[in-house]
Nanobody, 124 residues
Framework: QVQLVESGGGLVQAGDSLRLSCTAS????????MGWFRQAPGKEREFVAA????????YYADSVKGRFTCFRDNAKNTVVLQMNSLKPEDTAIYYC?????????????????WGQGTQVTVSS
């Protein structure tokens, strides 16, 4: 089992930045690729970003490319989503997830463990 806990969400204004963190416990964190997903009210959960097990490769949804950065610190069992230039449409619950694969993935079905989510609200 892997337990994931997200933190760092909050209420910000458009153009502001937020840093989300996800800390893992349980199994060896470096064995897992990590992903970030989000779900806005009334919408399906969607892919945001992913990072490979070592951290050498990252993937982003087109909607966040150039604004969001994902990185990990395997020594601290933490993956971070740095969100800049936030827009109201970024408002959602953000979830981190772990997949027992080396590469990252945008496919939610490949992820084995999920955090409880953290709310991000961006006002206009």
């Amino acid at each position: 089992q892997v337990q994931l806990v997200e933190s760092g969400g909050g209420l910000v204004q458009a153009g502001d930045s937020l840093r989300l963190s996800c800390t893992a416990s349980g199994r060896t964190f470096s064995n897992y690729a990590m992903g970030w997903f989000r779900q806005a009210p009334g919408k399906e959960r969607e892919f945001v970003a992913a990072i490979s097990w070592i951290g050498g490769t990252t993937y982003y949804a087109d909607s966040v490319k150039g604004r969001f950065t994902c990185f990990r610190d395997n020594a601290k069992n933490t993956v971070v989503l740095q969100m800049n230039s936030l827009k109201p449409e970024d408002t959602a619950i953000y979830y981190c997830a772990a997949a027992l694969v080396r590469r990252g993935s945008s496919n939610q079905n490949e992820y084995d463990y999920w955090g409880q989510g953290t709310q991000v609200t961006v006002s206009s």
